[in-house]
């Protein structure tokens, strides 16, 4: 079955990196666009970043520049490396795909604080 499990999650002082990844199972992972989402505390959940099989990528604007997603076929692993992080970036991330229906991952906590 199809299996998506994030990692990397943490607390990081303002200004610090982390990098989130996504094993993906259960699925031809190098076919699909895979997608971050996030939700902070009291807010809907939004979308941050997008990978299509291609390689091509997309960004929310306040993350342009910060965030790189990239994905590694052989591992079958999305990643999100954040850098330059600011308290607002705090938000439980997701990793996302769609194949018929929508796949989401358990999340990982990102907690940004001094």
């Known amino acids: 079955q199809v299996q998506l499990v994030e990692s990397g999650g943490g607390l990081v002082q303002p200004g610090g990196s982390l990098r989130l990844s996504c094993a993906a199972s259960?699925?031809?992972?190098?076919?699909?666009?895979m997608s971050w989402y996030r939700q902070a505390p009291g807010k809907e959940r939004e979308w941050v970043a997008t990978?299509?099989?291609?390689?091509?990528?997309s960004y929310k604007e306040s993350v342009k520049g910060r965030f790189t997603i990239s994905r590694d076929h052989a591992k079958h692993t999305l990643y999100l490396q954040m850098n330059s992080l600011n308290p607002q970036d705090t938000a439980l991330y997701y990793c996302?795909?769609?194949?018929?229906?929508?796949?989401w991952g358990q999340g990982t906590q990102v907690t940004v604080s001094s």
């Open positions: 259960g699925f031809t992972f190098s076919s699909y666009g």
């Open positions: 996302y795909f769609y194949m018929g229906r929508d796949y």
């Open positions: 990978i299509r099989s291609t390689g091509s990528t």
